[in-house]
């Protein structure tokens, strides 16, 4: 779909204006993980692929992680996600890395909304690289604000919370 491309370039270029940022620094890029997925083995295996590629790109992973359990709620039901993207705004992550998009949200409006505020706040979102028939999940309604206040600023903030 061309909006689906349209908002892959947007992504993209929000995580490319981040890093670069980051690295003018000297700074890693940190990132947390987000998984839509129940306790358990599931979700640990969700976690490790992240991990993985985070390894890859050489970028660092955060000592807290984040989840919401279910199909894809709608983004505005999901507290971990939430907490996920307060987390990163207050400094603790430069950008959110889940599986794929369908793990945030498939509805297009929804999804250009939370590009643009996370933006805002200075974090990206990334993925794991495309798999050739991962399945998506149903297109959640439109979603809502998920915290208040103004954007971050990129700092040479090296630790995680306690």
Avoid: K
Wanted: proline share 9%.
């Amino acid at each position: 779909m061309p909006g689906d491309a349209r908002l892959e370039g947007l992504r993209r270029q929000y995580q490319r204006e981040v890093t670069e940022a980051v690295a003018r620094l000297g700074r890693p890029v940190r990132v947390t993980p987000y998984v839509l997925a129940a306790p358990g083995a599931e979700r640990q295996a969700d976690l490790d692929l992240i991990g993985a590629h985070v390894h890859r790109l050489g970028w660092q992973i955060t000592r807290s992680s984040f989840a919401d359990i279910g199909q894809a709620p709608p983004i505005e039901d999901r507290t971990g996600f939430g907490e996920a993207c307060r987390y990163a705004a207050q400094g603790f992550a430069h950008g959110i890395v889940a599986i794929s998009r369908a793990a945030i949200t498939t509805h297009n409006d929804t999804y250009a909304h939370l590009l643009d505020e996370l933006h805002r706040r200075r974090v990206f979102l990334a993925y794991l690289p495309a798999e050739p028939g991962r399945p998506l999940t149903n297109p959640p309604p439109g979603g809502t604000r998920l915290w208040h206040g103004g954007p971050p600023e990129i700092t040479s903030n090296e630790g995680d919370a306690p």
